[in-house]
C-alpha cells in the first residue's frame, strides 16, 4: 500500500536521551514535514524538506534535528535541548509538481520523556 | 506569523444535528482553504477544500462555506454521526508556502 509510515508508534524516553523517529514514504513525493501536536495548540511545523539534501526550519525547530539523503525517508532526532518533548509527532509528504495542495499525513509517534 | 483562528475548540452536537466549525484568517492572499478530520491516534486526512473564487463547496454531509469580504469560512456538517466524531483543522495556503493550521476543533456526536 502506498503511504506513510511513521516507527516506533509509542516511544519512551529519559530525559537527556537523544531519541529518532523514523519517517518513510513510498508515494514518490517531493516533499516531507514533520509536524508537532499538543492538546489545543493545533499543528506546529518543525522541519521540511522538498528535496533531498536541503531542509529549513520551520515555526518550532530548537531542540530538533532532521536528514533527508534519500528522497523517501526524513527521520527526526529530538535532542535533549528540547525542554518539553513529550508530545504527538506526525509526518507528512507532498507532491510538488502539480500539487493541489493536499498533505498526506502518517499515523503518528507518541514521544514520552519519563 | 500568517494566523488561522479556528473555534470553537470543542463541540457536543446531537445525533441528527448540524456542526458548525468556523475559521477567520489574516493572509488575503490565501488561494487554497482545507479542511482535515483527524480520528484518536491517527494522522490528519484531507476532507474538503476550496479555493477562493467560489462560496460554497458541497462534498455529501460535508459543506464549506467562504465568505472572501470576511475573511471567514466554515465547515458544515448535516445530520451528524457518531463516526465524525474527530478533531478538524482547518488551514490556509498561498502558493507554495507551507499551510498555516488553525488549532483545532474536538467534535463529539453523542446519541
Known amino acids: 500500500d502506498g503511504g506513510i509510515t511513521q516507527s516506533p508508534k509509542y516511544l519512551f524516553r529519559k530525559e537527556g536521551q537523544n531519541v529518532t523517529l523514523s519517517c518513510e514514504q513510498n508515494l514518490n513525493h517531493d516533499a516531507m514535514y514533520w509536524y508537532r501536536q499538543d492538546p489545543g495548540q493545533g499543528l506546529r511545523l518543525i522541519y521540511y524538506s522538498q528535496i533531498v539534501n536541503d531542509f529549513q526550519k520551520g515555526d518550532i525547530a530548537e531542540g530538533y534535528s532532521v536528514s533527508r539523503e534519500k528522497k523517501e525517508s526524513f527521520p527526526l532526532t529530538v535532542t535533549s535541548a528540547q525542554k518539553n518533548p513529550t508530545a504527538f509527532y506526525l509526518c507528512?509528504?507532498?507532491?510538488?509538481?502539480?500539487?493541489?495542495?493536499?498533505?498526506?499525513f502518517g499515523e503518528g509517534s507518541r514521544l514520552t520523556v519519563l | 506569523q500568517q494566523q488561522v483562528k479556528q473555534s470553537p475548540q470543542s463541540l457536543i452536537v446531537q445525533k441528527g444535528g448540524i456542526s458548525i466549525i468556523n475559521c477567520a484568517y489574516e493572509?488575503?492572499?490565501?488561494?487554497?482553504f482545507p479542511w482535515y478530520q483527524q480520528f484518536p491516534g491517527k494522522g490528519p486526512a484531507l476532507l474538503i477544500a476550496i479555493r477562493p473564487d467560489v462560496s460554497e463547496k458541497k462534498e455529501g454531509r460535508f459543506t464549506i462555506s467562504f465568505n472572501k469580504s470576511a475573511k471567514q469560512f466554515s465547515l458544515h456538517i448535516m445530520d451528524s454521526q457518531p463516526g465524525d466524531s474527530a478533531t478538524y483543522f482547518c488551514a490556509g495556503l498561498f502558493g507554495n508556502e507551507k499551510l498555516t493550521f488553525g488549532t483545532g476543533t474536538r467534535l463529539t456526536i453523542i446519541p
Open positions: 507528512a509528504s507532498e507532491q510538488l509538481a502539480g500539487s493541489t495542495g493536499e498533505l498526506f
Open positions: 493572509n488575503t492572499a490565501f488561494d487554497y
